[in-house]
Nanobody
Framework: QLQLVESGGGLVQPGGSLRLSCAAKGVDLDRFAISWFRQAPGKEREGIVCISNDGEFTNAKDSVKGRFTISRDNAKKMVYLQVNNLKPEDAGVYYC????????????????WGKGTLVTVSS
């Protein structure tokens, strides 16, 4: 059973940066695509960026392109989300999720979820 644990959230000023981490436990990560989701207060959870199992393919929603970067280290069972130039609308709970899929990534039909880490953007 794959378990995911997010960390790295916190309070940051607009324009600031954070590095979110997603740690995998239980099984190897190298056959799972990983996606990051965000749920802002009062809104539905949305997929924002994903990475294929081998790290060769990534996809990001337009709202975060150029500001958010996803990466992974399968040997360490870690996936990272570097978030730069944060805006108030980026605030919310950030979740990582895993999908047993090779060479591609997407935001539907995720099989495993973490419990999330809170990002607050405020001056």
């Amino acid at each position: 059973q794959l378990q995911l644990v997010e960390s790295g959230g916190g309070l940051v000023q607009p324009g600031g940066s954070l590095r979110l981490s997603c740690a995998a436990k239980g099984v190897d990560l190298d056959r799972f695509a990983i996606s990051w989701f965000r749920q802002a207060p009062g809104k539905e959870r949305e997929g924002i960026v994903c990475i294929s199992n081998d790290g060769e393919f990534t996809n990001a929603k337009d709202s975060v392109k150029g500001r958010f970067t996803i990466s992974r280290d399968n040997a360490k069972k870690m996936v990272y989300l570097q978030v730069n130039n944060l805006k108030p609308e980026d605030a919310g709970v950030y979740y990582c999720a895993a999908d047993f899929r090779l060479a591609w990534c997407q935001f539907d039909d995720m099989q495993f979820w973490g419990k999330g880490t809170l990002v607050t953007v405020s001056s």
